[in-house]
T-cell receptor
Framework: AQSVTQLDSQVPVFEEAPVELRCNYS??????LFWYVQYPNQGLQLLLK??????LVKGINGFEAEFNKSQTSFHLRKPSVHISDTAEYFC???????????FGAGTRLTVKP | KAGVTQTPRYLIKTRGQQVTLSCSPI?????VSWYQQTPGQGLQFLFE???????NKGNFPGRFSGRQFSNSRSEMNVSTLELGDSALYLC?????????????FGEGSRLTVL
């Protein structure tokens, strides 16, 4: 069975500080990995995705993530956060033969001034 | 290019009633998935439709149903509403089968059951 675990339910951080949101996955086959962001009262928006190739993936709004197959991780990072980055972040995986996306429980990032 | 459109955005129902939610995917997208989002359970997959056929279904009771029309628009229905059905219902579309799974989400329909 495939699953996604987000290790932190809440991450408070001060503005301009770096942040890392952690995501581990479990799968016996190759998967595609995603990070989505959800702002209040909105749907989910794709931040970045790993399909294959380079393990360092760059996304929108200055975010990046690194795929680590040996650690089965896909952590999201940003070197300097802004107040506007306050949102819920979801890690997700999609198997090559699945028709559904498996989501983690989400990490609420709160950026404080 | 218009995004995924969900209607209504907000609605309030009472226990025992039924509700129908609508989703119009991005033009050219033929796959539509539905998710339920609650604070306690997070994002849970309901079902996915492709070319008017349900291809995959999550672990929800039969009170939850859906359908897809020939223009790819989709509806989901929840009958005999329970308090626990209060949630944000998200619709997402993708281009076609065999894709990488990238989903394009609507803003959701927030259902409150009283």
């Amino acid at each position: 069975a495939q699953s996604v675990t987000q290790l932190d339910s809440q991450v408070p951080v001060f503005e301009e500080a770096p942040v890392e949101l952690r995501c581990n996955y479990s799968s016996s086959v190759s998967v595609y990995l995603f990070w989505y962001v959800q702002y209040p009262n909105q749907g989910l928006q794709l931040l970045l995705k790993y399909l294959s190739g380079s393990t360092l993936v760059k996304g929108i709004n200055g975010f990046e993530a690194e795929f680590n197959k040996s650690q089965t991780s896909f952590h999201l990072r940003k070197p300097s956060v802004h107040i506007s980055d306050t949102a819920e972040y979801f890690c997700a995986l999609h198997g090559p033969n699945n028709n559904d996306m498996r989501f983690g429980a989400g990490t609420r990032l709160t950026v404080k001034p | 290019k218009a995004g995924v459109t969900q209607t209504p955005r907000y609605l309030i129902k009472t226990r025992g009633q039924q509700v129908t939610l609508s989703c119009s995917p991005i033009s050219g997208h033929r796959s539509v998935s539905w998710y339920q989002q609650t604070p306690g359970q997070g994002l849970q997959f309901l079902f996915e439709y492709f070319s008017e056929t349900q291809r995959n279904k999550g672990n929800f009771p039969g009170r939850f149903s859906g359908r897809q029309f020939s223009n790819s628009r989709s509806e989901m229905n929840v009958s005999t509403l329970e308090l626990g059905d209060s949630a944000l219902y998200l619709c997402a579309s993708t281009r076609d089968r065999g894709n990488t799974g990238e989903l394009f989400f609507g803003e959701g329909s927030r259902l409150t059951v009283l």
